[in-house]
C-alpha cells in the first residue's frame, strides 16, 4: 500500500472513531419509589394487641360525660362504649344504641343489668347502613352522638346519601352537641374527605384536629402513613348553637 492509500485508510478510520458507538436512545433511570415510613413505629405484639383498648380509652376520655347527657352509640358492636356511657352519665341520663347485628344487640340484652345508678339503654336494629334507628326522637334531644369503628364514609356510598344521613343525626343534636366519630384504618377515604362531608351536611368543624397517640393504634393492623392518619383521627362535629 502506497503512501497517499494509508493516508486514505487513516482518513477513513479516523471519520469512524468520530461515529457514537451506539445511537441507540438510553433508557432512563427510573428512581426506586420508597413507601413513605409508617406515622407510629411498630410494636411488640403485646402492645398491638393492647391498642384497641388504648384507643377505647383514649376516646372515653374525650367524650367528657356528664351526669343526665342523653346519648346514642351508633353500631354498638358488643357494647363496649354503650355500658360505660350509660354507667356515667347515670339514671338521670338515656342512652340510645343501635347496630344492624341482631346477635350483638341480643347478646347486650342479655348481659347482666348494670345497676339502678346507669342510665336506661334502648336498643334498637337497624336492617341498613345508612338507618340511623332514631328517626323516632324530638329534634334536639341528644347532647351526644358516638360512631367509633362502625362507619365508613367512602365510595361505596354517595356523597348525597352520606349527607342526608348526618343531617337526620344533625336534626337529634342540641345546639352545641357532639357527633365523636371514630373510623376503622380500612376505610377508602381521606380525612380530609371525611371532614369535608360532616361540614357539607352542616356540622362545625373543630379548631385543629383531634388526633390519638401512637400508643393507641396498631401499627401491625393499619401498617401506612395513611392508615394510620385513619386511625389517630378523632372526629369531634358539632351542632352550632
Not at 377515604?189 to 379548631?207: I, Q, S, W
Request: glycine share 8%; net charge positive; hydrophobic share 45%.
Amino acid at each position: 500500500m502506497d503512501g497517499k492509500a494509508k493516508w486514505a485508510m487513516g482518513q477513513v478510520l479516523g471519520s469512524l472513531l468520530l461515529v457514537p458507538a451506539c445511537d441507540k436512545p438510553r433508557a432512563s433511570v427510573v428512581p426506586l419509589q420508597m413507601p413513605p415510613p409508617p406515622v407510629c413505629p411498630i410494636q411488640t405484639p403485646d402492645a398491638a394487641a393492647k391498642a384497641v383498648d388504648r384507643m377505647r380509652e383514649a376516646i372515653l376520655a374525650e367524650l367528657a360525660l356528664q351526669p343526665g347527657m342523653q346519648a346514642g352509640d351508633i353500631g354498638t358492636g358488643g357494647g363496649w362504649f354503650t355500658v360505660r356511657v350509660a354507667r356515667a352519665v347515670g339514671k338521670s341520663g338515656r342512652v340510645f344504641g343501635t347496630d344492624i347485628d341482631a346477635a350483638t344487640l341480643e347478646g347486650l340484652r342479655n348481659a347482666p343489668a348494670l345497676g339502678e345508678d346507669a342510665a336506661p339503654i334502648r336498643l334498637t336494629q337497624v336492617t341498613a347502613e345508612r338507618e340511623t334507628g332514631l328517626d323516632d326522637l324530638p329534634a334536639n334531644s341528644l347532647d351526644l352522638l358516638l360512631m367509633i369503628d362502625s362507619l365508613c364514609f367512602d365510595s361505596r356510598v354517595p356523597q348525597a346519601t352520606n349527607i342526608a344521613y348526618l343531617q337526620r343525626f344533625l336534626r337529634l343534636l342540641k345546639p352545641g352537641g357532639r357527633l365523636v366519630h371514630h373510623m376503622d384504618c380500612t376505610c377508602r377515604t381521606r380525612v380530609a374527605d371525611v371532614e369535608a362531608l360532616f361540614a357539607a351536611a352542616g356540622f362545625a368543624l373543630p379548631n385543629g384536629r383531634k388526633t390519638l397517640r401512637c400508643e393507641a393504634v396498631s401499627a401491625q393492623a393499619c401498617p401506612t402513613a395513611e392508615a394510620q392518619e385513619r386511625a389517630r383521627f378523632l372526629g369531634v362535629f358539632r351542632k352550632a348553637r
